[in-house]
């Protein structure tokens, strides 16, 4: 049997492709492009973010498959963004939804008959927890990533991946071997978070009596004297205590501000600092906040040569979530916002070496990310309508909108931007289809 397949995004979401493809047995496995996909017998897609939804029906576009056609391969499709299977529907003939390794040779036989497997013909799905996990590593651009952990011990209201994977971890045996096996030097050991394995601390110790330099540094702030990252990449999240404390990661200020003071006494040379604009309850306080933090960061001893990267995203509320049914503002502009607040030139008065990213989600890639998360069956169409009025196009691998009021007037007739970006219940969530089940005793 002939197999293709294609992870869409950066490497690093290839591994659940990777470690699928190697369950498969012999198997001829192809990585295809829209010309080479009409000769395989089976496609097998991953999707992990909400954009690749439309990379994925636009590669069967440029591919001439269509799921009404008799003559075309197979397809079935998987990955984390299949948290709401609903949307797929329209293009794949299986939805694998949840951990895949374990169900993937069934499926690409034929077989859907899995309760973790949605097709048109089913009305509710499971979500797949594999337990326990085996060692696996993938090495791409020369990089071994080998899986520590699925799922978090902690419980951030927004986060999809600690609602829907309960915490497992791959044995230290297990990841010893596929240290020793790999010859490339740079390893992530990745997982939601790293140093809860019972064992991080030895598989560090592993990684330097082999000569390997961990590349992982996401941590969270009330465990950074578990990592010696120069600069460790931490998730603060909301700019007030107020909505750190709305979103269950209740740092207070004081508490950020005494981590960095430890950082830099312990001579790291900066950290990178996640947040997340748009939660709901913001406001301009919020912001003063912020910018309160950042001064009286600047002004601990040793800042002028303490590297700052305040990193933004926009909230987007996640199927499964305690806040899956919020509303999110897409019409502000939080671009523009968060550069005016960092100023340009004579304007930047932060007392630290601030290299803050800027790149933040427009106003309609957010109503794009909201259509892609939280449609139902009118997916289809409404994409098609959208991409044959020229509303939304593919661009360097990345779904764009003309502009917000084109984007705004092609959803008039399905509801409006509104229907997707405001409120939501229980009854009128598409990914209600999808079941979370707790994980069996051992």
Known sequence: MKIGYLTFGRDDFGYGMALCLSRLGNCELYRVTPKTA????????????????YLFADFLKRAGIRKQDQNRPRVVVGGFNTFNPVP??????????????EIIK???GGDYSSEHVLTSEKKTVTWCNVDPLRGFCHETNDIARIELARGCKFKCRFCAVTHLKPYR??????VAAALRKTKLKRVSLFAPEPTMHVQDKDLTDLCHQLGKIRTDSDVRL?????????VPRVGIEGLSEKLRKSVNKPYSSEKIVGAVKTAIEHGRKGIFMYMILDLPGECEEDWEEFRDLLQRIGSIPGADGFLLKPSPSVFMPSPHTPMQFEAINYERDYGGKWSSFFGRGGDRQWRVIMAERS?????????????????????YEVEKVLTDRKVLKISGGRA???????????????????????PYTAESAPWKVLQIKPLSPA
């Not at 971890?169 to 297990?174: A, K, R």
């Open 88 to 101: 797929f529907l329209g293009y794949a003939d299986a939805v694998v939804c949840g951990d895949g390794e």
């Open 400 to 422: 764009a909108a003309k502009s917000l009021a084109d984007l705004e007037k092609g959803l008039a007739p399905f509801g409006g931007a509104g229907k997707y970006c405001g």
């Open 106 to 108: 069934q499926a690409v």
């Open 169 to 174: 971890e791959t044995p230290f045996e297990d």
């Open 359 to 379: 790149r933040v989600f427009s106003p309609a890639a957010r109503v794009l990310s909201m259509l892609s998360t939280r449609s139902g069956n009118e997916f």
């Open 38 to 53: 009409r000769y395989v017998d089976v496609l097998l897609f991953s999707c992990f973010w909400w954009e690749h939804i």
């Open 222 to 230: 009330d465990r950074l004297e578990k990592r010696d990252d120069s």
